[in-house]
Nanobody
Framework: VQLQACGGGLVQAGGSLRLSCAAS????????MAWFRQAPGKEREFVAG????????SYSNSVKGRFTISRDCVKNTIYLQMNSLKPDDTAVYYC?????????????????WGLGTMVTVSS
C-alpha cells in the first residue's frame, strides 16, 4: 500500500488544518489506519487511529477534544481535522496502515507509512 498525505502548512495558534491521506495500490479498506507525528528532536508518537469501518476511533490525550479522525472507505482515504492548534502540535504528521482491522498506539502495529506532511503552528 502506498500512502500520500497532504494538507499540512503554517497556521497560527488557535487555527485549524485538515490533513488527508490517500491509500493506493493494495486496498486498505480492511485495515485500521492512524496518524502519528514526530516533532523535531522527539520520538514519533501516536495521534489518532480509526478502525477499518470507522466505527472505532482513539486519540492521544494531548489531542482529544481538538482533533477528529475520519475515513472515506470509497475513496480509501483518512482525514485528520485539527482544531484549536497549539505550537506543541508542530510536527511532521504521518499516516499509517495497521496490520489488523483496528488501530493501535504502537508503532510496530503498522505495515505501511506515508512520507509525512509538515504542520507548523506559530504562537
Amino acid at each position: 500500500v502506498q500512502l500520500q498525505a497532504c494538507g499540512g502548512g503554517l497556521v497560527q495558534a488557535g487555527g485549524s488544518l485538515r490533513l488527508s491521506c490517500a491509500a493506493s495500490g493494495r486496498t486498505a479498506s480492511n485495515n485500521g489506519m492512524a496518524w502519528f507525528r514526530q516533532a523535531p528532536g522527539k520520538e514519533r508518537e501516536f495521534v489518532a487511529g480509526i478502525s477499518w469501518n470507522g466505527g472505532l476511533t482513539s486519540y492521544s490525550n494531548s489531542v482529544k477534544g481538538r482533533f477528529t479522525i475520519s475515513r472515506d472507505c470509497v475513496k480509501n482515504t483518512i482525514y485528520l481535522q485539527m482544531n484549536s492548534l497549539k505550537p506543541d502540535d508542530t510536527a511532521v504528521y504521518y499516516c499509517a496502515v495497521a496490520r489488523s482491522a483496528v488501530s493501535s498506539s504502537v508503532n510496530n502495529a503498522y505495515t505501511s507509512w506515508g512520507l509525512g506532511t509538515m504542520v507548523t503552528v506559530s504562537s
